[in-house]
Structure formats: structure tokens, C-alpha cells
């Protein structure tokens, strides 16, 4: 893959997520939070997509559903193969680990401030167990970056400001607030990590899988949040409001990640083998992160 077709990608991840107008390099934004909630839910890739040709006036690739669930199979042992000893592969597959890594360390901290809020011991102990699982999620990542011969600090350096500034620009003004935010950013969040995966091989892939698993926190922070609305309608509507905030600023870090992390911007785009994505599956993906959203919003009994 060349130069011009990693920076088509980065400018489909960034236009995808806020069509009014990209991040700068510098990470400046021309617009707020909402008008990326807005822009991701009606942009035209969604449905079908705009398809770029690449260099020389080919067809751009696309990437089958097969391939999505294992793009080490794809191509014949020549573009196709990833090379998994590449460099610059190794360099992305440690930022996407040193991301996640990163995401479920804050996770723990969050949960582990939310437990202590609770409204009682039941729920207080509950939560505290939550949040020592994704601890353990955490160690699960650092643990492999060491196995690779790579510092877990470093890894991770560079993505703990965005993690910073979602929660600086989100703080809950209530528990529920913090519950509902648990159950939609870390969502959002994990449905990125995902769709990014679907790019390594497979022994990473399942790995960040396995990193991911949370099926007892989402069962339990969804009925948390369904029993205090019935017990108080009103809250509703204000929590309603709350994840679409959320998932506008969510979007914003993800934008921003994407722009300046290059290593990641590059696998997408199948420079180091396997399938590349092209604007139409990038309009697919986030078009599956919007749906994701709105079904996780249902589950709550709220309008996405």
C-alpha cells in the first residue's frame, strides 16, 4: 500500500466520524462534540459508501465479510499475506495493544470510584468486583507486551492523554451518570478496539477478545441504571441526553487517535498485507458503531 492510500484512510476515519471537517495534525477541532454525534449517524458511506480507486485508477479493495472475520486468510501469499514480521506491523499491533491496555486501566479506575458511590453495600461490592476484572484485563494486555519484549509504559504513554480528556469533558454530575457513562464509553470503545482487531492475526485478535469480555458488567450496569429509571421516570430523558454526549466525545478521542497515530492508520489500510479497507468499508464500520450504539441504548430502554 502507499503513502496516499494510509492517508485516504485516515482522512475516511476522520471524515467518517466528523464529516463537518477533520482534526488538524495538531488535533484541533472544527466543530463540537455534537456535530460528530450527528455527522456519524447520516453520512452517506453508511449505506453503501463512496469507493475510492487506487493509485493508477484500479479498484479499490474491499473487505468481504470472510475476510472481516479472519483477514489472514485473504490473498493469494503475496499482498494478501501479512507480514506479521514486518516492522511496522509489529509497531501497530503494540499501539493497539498499549490503546487497549490503556483503556482498561482507566476502566478499573472508574468502576473502583463508581463502587465507592454506590447507594449500597450489595451494589458497592458488586461494582468493586467489576472493576477488578478489567483490572485483570489489564494485566492480561501488559503481560503480553512484556512477552513481546516491549514496555508496557511506553506502550500506553502515548494514549493516556485522550483517555484524560474524555473524562475531563464527561464527568458524571450523578452515580447513575457514572453508571450509564461505564455502560456507553466503554461500549463504544470496545466496539473500536474490535473493529481495528479484525485487521491483526489471528492469535492477537483473540486475544483482544478475550480483553474485551464483559458480559457480566454490561448485564449488571443495564439493570442498575433500568431499576433507578423506574423508579424515577424523570431521570430518563437527562440520561438520554447524557449518552449522546458521551458518544460524541468518545468519537472525537477516536478521531483523534486515528490522526495521529499512523502505525494504525497504515494496518487499516492493508500496508502490511491482508485486506485494506477501503472509504466504503470505513463507511460500513462506523456505520456498525452507530448501530452497536443504538442497539446498546435500547437495551437501556433509551432513544440513541
Known sequence: ???????????????????????????????????????????????????????????????????????????????????????????AVVDLLGLLACGELAAFSRLAA?????????????????AVQE?????????????????????????????????????????????????VGEGIASDFYREIAAYVDSPTRALVEQALEDGERTDYLVQIAREAMAADPGTAGRLALWARRLLGEALTQAQAVAVERDSLTELLAGRYGGPGADLAEMGRMFARLTDAHVQRMARLGLTA
Open 1 to 91: 500500500m502507499t503513502d496516499s492510500v494510509a492517508d485516504g484512510v485516515a482522512d475516511a476515519v476522520s471524515r467518517a466520524l466528523c464529516p463537518a471537517g477533520p482534526l488538524g495534525r495538531d488535533g484541533s477541532l472544527p466543530h463540537d462534540a455534537a456535530t460528530c454525534t450527528t455527522g456519524v449517524v447520516t453520512w452517506e458511506g453508511g449505506g453503501g459508501g463512496v469507493e475510492r480507486g487506487a493509485e493508477g485508477g484500479a479498484k479499490a479493495e474491499r473487505v468481504t465479510k470472510a475476510e472481516r472475520a479472519d483477514p489472514s486468510q485473504a490473498g493469494d501469499g503475496g499482498e494478501g499475506a501479512r507480514r506479521v514480521d514486518s516492522p511496522g506491523y509489529l509497531a
Open 114 to 130: 463508581d463502587a465507592e458511590l454506590a447507594p449500597s453495600f450489595g451494589v458497592r461490592t458488586r461494582m468493586a468486583g467489576l
Open 135 to 183: 483490572y485483570g484485563h489489564f494485566r492480561l494486555l501488559v503481560d503480553e507486551l512484556a512477552a513481546r519484549g516491549v514496555d508496557p509504559e511506553s506502550a500506553m504513554a502515548g494514549f493516556g492523554a485522550h483517555f484524560d480528556t474524555f473524562h475531563e469533558r464527561t464527568r458524571p454530575s450523578t452515580w447513575l451518570e457514572g453508571v450509564v457513562k461505564a455502560y
